[in-house]
Nanobody, 123 residues
């Protein structure tokens, strides 16, 4: 069992930055692909970014490419999402997720989820 706890959300003006963190419990963090998803009010949950367990390769949704950066620290069981040049349309609850021995951008492939952290970008 893996528990994920996100932090770092908040209210920021458009153009600003936030850094989300997700701390994972357990001793096998390095076999999990870590992903970030988000869900805005009235919309479905969508993929934001992932970092593979096998090679640390990073993937991004087109809407955040060039503005967001995902990284992981396996020694600290933590994944980060650096969000720059934030836009009002980035407003959502952001969820951290872990996929055991899989590399995917589909939420159905993720085994564990955090409780989410709210990001609000004002115009």
């Amino acid at each position: 069992q893996v528990q994920l706890v996100e932090s770092g959300g908040g209210l920021v003006q458009a153009g600003g930055s936030l850094r989300l963190s997700c701390a994972a419990s357990g001793r096998t963090f390095n076999i999990y692909t870590m992903g970030w998803f988000r869900q805005a009010p009235g919309k479905e949950r969508e993929f934001v970014s992932r970092i593979n367990y096998s090679d640390d390769r990073q993937y991004y949704a087109d809407s955040v490419k060039g503005r967001f950066t995902i990284s992981r620290d396996n020694a600290k069981n933590t994944v980060f999402l650096q969000m720059n040049s934030l836009k009002p349309e980035d407003t959502a609850v952001y969820y951290c997720a872990a996929a055991r021995l899989r590399e995917s951008e589909y939420s159905r492939d993720y085994d564990y989820w955090g409780q989410g952290t709210q990001v609000t970008v004002s115009s």
